[in-house]
């Protein structure tokens, strides 16, 4: 039985602790049930772990499915077969139990299989493309279940086909490759070490990168030329560390960080005459002022698909 409730509390969901009440969510535990809820054309998003997720602080007037309760895996010799729902860490720790190596870089990734798989979710030199082999995913176009291989993901960074067309990923097969369980957790730990040291943990909310790095540039850099490092927009504030961050400092509001994108995104076309794309997404009412500001921000994002 799918879990069902409306006027429910996203805010708990998101890595960012922002956001309002969902007019209806849907918790499906098998993939059996996401497909039937999706074929009813009911339902806006179907999210994972909610981790590059920026809900509204107002009410949603929305329908949304969760994936979270479809999590699980199974390790057979070099490969391993996923959940759309399936958080990343879990799975690679086990992985490197297992002497396996090619997932190292999801060790400190809070987002789940679907998600890192729609994004091509990469880190220090790992990517999810370099281990994929083939996924199940749902076209909602036609209500079909697709099989489609590496070649056929159109991978690219931060991009690949289930983001371009709205696939729905159900699972997938990956091959990863033997290695020395104290090499691969050496990896693993000077990864999360790097991720302590140079992004904000989880006690300072936030939902990762903001923007996309532009080709052959870092947005990281280009922000951090703008001085914008520490600037503050109500509770919202560009961490420290780096300036392609934003955390939670104080109750922050979506409004907050999405004004603080704005003046992010300003600073470096001023400047630069480089648009940055948000990588992070939102969830809101059309027609509102926050919604305004998101859709200046990304109209570069469709002229670049033209």
């Not at 969510?25 to 074929?39: C, D, G, K, R």
Request: charged fraction near 25%.
């Amino acid at each position: 039985m799918v879990e069902i409730y409306e006027n429910y509390e996203v805010k708990k969901h998101s890595t960012f602790k922002i956001g309002g009440k969902v007019k209806k969510v849907a918790f499906p535990e098998t993939i059996e049930e996401l497909i039937s809820l999706i074929s009813t054309n009911e339902y806006h998003h179907v999210i994972g772990n909610c981790s590059n997720i920026l809900f509204s602080s107002n009410d949603i007037n929305k329908k949304i499915i969760f994936t979270e309760k479809i999590n699980g895996y199974f390790i057979n010799g070099c490969s391993v077969i996923v959940s759309c729902g399936t958080k990343g860490p879990i799975v690679a720790s086990e992985c490197a139990k297992k002497n396996l190596s090619g997932f190292e870089f999801l060790i400190g990734f809070p987002g789940s299989f679907g998600g890192m798989i729609y994004m091509n979710a990469s880190a220090h030199n790992q990517a999810i493309a370099d281990t994929f082999v083939c996924a199940n995913l749902y076209n909602q176009n036609n209500k079909t279940i697709i099989h489609l291989n590496k070649e056929e993901m159109h991978f690219k960074y931060r991009n690949s086909i289930a983001q371009e067309n709205g696939y729905i990923v159900l699972d997938a097969q990956f091959e990863l490759k033997k290695g020395e369980t104290e090499q691969i957790q050496e990896i693993m730990k000077r990864n999360v070490e790097f991720r302590k040291t140079r992004q904000p943990s989880l006690t300072y909310p936030n939902a990762g990168s903001i923007f996309k790095n532009p080709e052959n540039d870092s947005a990281g850099r280009l922000l951090d030329l703008c001085e914008l490092k520490g600037t503050v927009e109500g509770g919202a504030m560009v961490f420290q560390n780096h300036a392609n961050f934003i955390v939670n400092k104080d109750n922050a509001t979506s409004t907050d960080v999405l004004t603080l994108m704005y003046k992010m995104y300003s600073k470096v076309r001023e400047k630069y005459r480089i648009e940055l794309i948000p990588e992070i997404k939102y969830i809101g009412n059309e027609r509102t002022e926050e919604y305004k500001l998101w859709k200046i921000m990304t109209e570069n994002t469709q002229k670049a698909k033209k």
